[in-house]
Structure formats: structure tokens, C-alpha cells
């Protein structure tokens, strides 16, 4: 745009940014200069929103972990339900065989060595490996002491058998009454017959 007075002294405007009209090393210290500038003018995060991040990311990470950590004892109760389906199979499979079930006179519990050879000495015949809990913890007096993980088997009468877990989340829906002729220290049973 041409703008021209009265003295005839005319003014050229392009409207053109400064730095057009800067040499290079200009234009550098141009830009350094109002990116400084700009960086100035600009305002944080102030102490009451970061504490208010913190808050939320904190709230959030305890619900995570609260789930994360009620899942692990109900994986391990799924894993003791299906451990004792798989020996229910090979107790079936063991009558099949020899027209009764092991004795359970010398063993009983997954937590005694014997307990690998508890279907004979062709247990991996029928199952292999021999399930086990996961938690395995005897605390010795397992028949009434609460919180031991450990499987039971029990033969009360020859032609019928009783295999018994404990599991760790009391509000389980399979959960059972402790068996008379087969019993643990609880404090949640789940236990399977012969069919």
C-alpha cells in the first residue's frame, strides 16, 4: 500500500513481518528473543492443580490395584476347583481299572510325599502331574485349623470317596459346609464326590 502526503514524500507499506526485512543471523536472534519473551508471559501449573492430578491419579491407581488384587485368590480358587475335577476323572478312571478307589488310609493330604503316588505306582497313568494347591500350605492340623491349602482325599466307605480344597474368597457361590466324614479347618470348603 502507497500512502503519499502533502510534500509529496510517499511511504511504501507491505505489511511484511520484521523478520522479512532482517538478515539471517537477525532473524536467529529475532526469534530467540520473542520465543523469550512469549515463555515469559506464560504461566505454570499452579500448586493447587498439581495436587489436584495427584489426587485423582492416586484414587484411580487404588481402585486398579484393589480389583488387580481381589483377582489372584479367585484365579487360585478357580485353579483348586478344576484340580479337583481332574483328580475326580482319574479317580474314575483308577475304578474303572481296579474296581475300587485308592485307600486313604497313609494319605491323605497334597502336602505328603506319598501324595504322588496316591493312584499307585501308575498315578501318571491316570494324571500327570499329580495337582497340587497352589498356595500348598499345611500348617499341620489341617482337619481344624483354618486357612490351610492343601487338597484332601478321603475314602470314608469302599465304594465312595471325598476330595476336599479350601478356598481363600469366603463369598465364592460354589462354596460348601465342611463334610463330616471329610473335614478341613475351613474357613471356605469346596469338595467333590464320586458321581
Not at 528473543?33 to 499452579?46: A, D, I, P, S, V
Not at 483308577?94 to 506319598?114: F, G, L
Not at 498356595?135 to 484332601?152: A, I, P, S
Request: with cysteine.
Amino acid at each position: 500500500m502507497v500512502q503519499c502526503q502533502q510534500s509529496n514524500v510517499c511511504n511504501l507499506s507491505l505489511n511484511l513481518p520484521i523478520s522479512f526485512l532482517l538478515t539471517t543471523q537477525e532473524q536467529t536472534i529475532y526469534h530467540r528473543f520473542t520465543m523469550m519473551h512469549r515463555l515469559k508471559n506464560q504461566q505454570g501449573f499452579t500448586l493447587l492443580e498439581i495436587l489436584v492430578v495427584t489426587v485423582i491419579i492416586g484414587i484411580l491407581a487404588s481402585f486398579t490395584t484393589a480389583n488387580l488384587m481381589g483377582g489372584v485368590p479367585r484365579a487360585r480358587d478357580t485353579q483348586r476347583k478344576n484340580d479337583l475335577k481332574q483328580l475326580q476323572t482319574a479317580l474314575q478312571l483308577y475304578y474303572a481299572d481296579n474296581n475300587q478307589y485308592p485307600p486313604s488310609d497313609s494319605c491323605q493330604w497334597s502336602s505328603q510325599t506319598c501324595w504322588q503316588t496316591l493312584l499307585g505306582e501308575d498315578t501318571a497313568r491316570y494324571i500327570n502331574p499329580m495337582p497340587k494347591d497352589p498356595l500348598d500350605r499345611d500348617l499341620g492340623f489341617c482337619e481344624t485349623k483354618q486357612n490351610c491349602y492343601v487338597y484332601r482325599y478321603c475314602r470314608p466307605v469302599a465304594d465312595q470317596y471325598i476330595l476336599v480344597a479350601n478356598l481363600e474368597n469366603t463369598q465364592d457361590s460354589e462354596k460348601k459346609v465342611d463334610n463330616p466324614n471329610c473335614g478341613t479347618g475351613g474357613p471356605t470348603r469346596f469338595w467333590v464326590t464320586n458321581p
